[in-house]
T-cell receptor
Framework: GAVVSQHPSRVICKSGTSVKIECRSLDFQATTMFWYRQFPKQSLMLMAT?????????EQGVEKDKFLINHASLTLSTLTVTSAHPEDSSFYICSASTPARHTDTQYFGPGTRLTVL | QKEVEQNSGPLSVPEGAIASLNCTYSDRGSQSFFWYRQYSGKSPELIMS????GDKEDGRFTAQLNKASQYVSLLIRDSQPSDSATYLCAVSLTNTGNQFYFGTGTSLTVIP
């Protein structure tokens, strides 16, 4: 139980294009989803927190117009990297939580590796 | 500033030994504590969660929490080469789905 999927697992794109990453909770309803970014040999950096049906809360230093987050349903959140540049290349990981499961445990998706050429 | 600190390692232990991983946190309002394991190129997977002072055991893993000292640890008994990974400590302020604060992780290598 508590399975979170992400799609795509890997994407390579040209500079200036936009990339959409989907995060789905497969066997539970996620009231809250989190988006993280991880650079090589570094820990996870929280980018934003999204609650179903409301606007995402972005961490300081994360551009909300560049990283668009939509949490349209209790099982789906999307992250769109707009006008991607090489410095956006990273490992993007989503997580989902619901108080109905284990208080505030976060369950992570498998991640999406983005490479911007 | 909500800081979570871990010894980055690398920590090396022989197969069969006990691996001890430590984590300290700065915010006394922290209430929930988690240990995640992350293999290279993969996303974190939950190993243990602990909410009360004392020890919590799950198979070969034991989490220890001391809120007075603001300290949480993870012991891995009978370490196996497959335990080689980066271990992330995460701290949450409330029990209501609040955001996590992650440590930088400790790299563990179990030597066959």
């Amino acid at each position: 139980g508590a399975v979170v999927s992400q799609h795509p697992s890997r994407v390579i794109c040209k500079s200036g294009t936009s990339v959409k990453i989907e995060c789905r909770s497969l066997d539970f309803q996620a009231t809250t989803m989190f988006w993280y970014r991880q650079f090589p040999k570094q820990s996870l950096m929280l980018m934003a927190t999204s609650n179903e049906g409301s606007k995402a809360t972005y961490e300081q230093g994360v551009e909300k117009d560049k990283f668009l987050i939509n949490h349209a349903s209790l099982t789906l959140s999307t992250l769109t990297v707009t006008s991607a540049h090489p410095e956006d290349s990273s490992f993007y990981i989503c997580s989902a939580s619901t108080p109905a499961r284990h208080t505030d445990t976060q369950y992570f998706g498998p991640g999406t590796r983005l490479t911007v050429l | 500033q909500k800081e979570v600190e871990q010894n980055s390692g690398p920590l090396s232990v022989p197969e069969g030994a006990i691996a001890s991983l430590n984590c300290t946190y700065s915010d006394r309002g922290s209430q929930s504590f988690f240990w995640y394991r992350q293999y290279s190129g993969k996303s974190p997977e939950l190993i243990m969660s602990i909410y009360s002072n004392g020890d919590k055991e799950d198979g070969r893993f034991t989490a220890q929490l001391n809120k007075a000292s603001q300290y949480v640890s993870l012991l891995i008994r009978d370490s196996q080469p497959s335990d080689s990974a980066t271990y992330l400590c995460a701290v949450s302020l409330t029990n209501t789905g609040n955001q996590f604060y992650f440590g930088t992780g400790t790299s563990l290598t179990v030597i066959p």
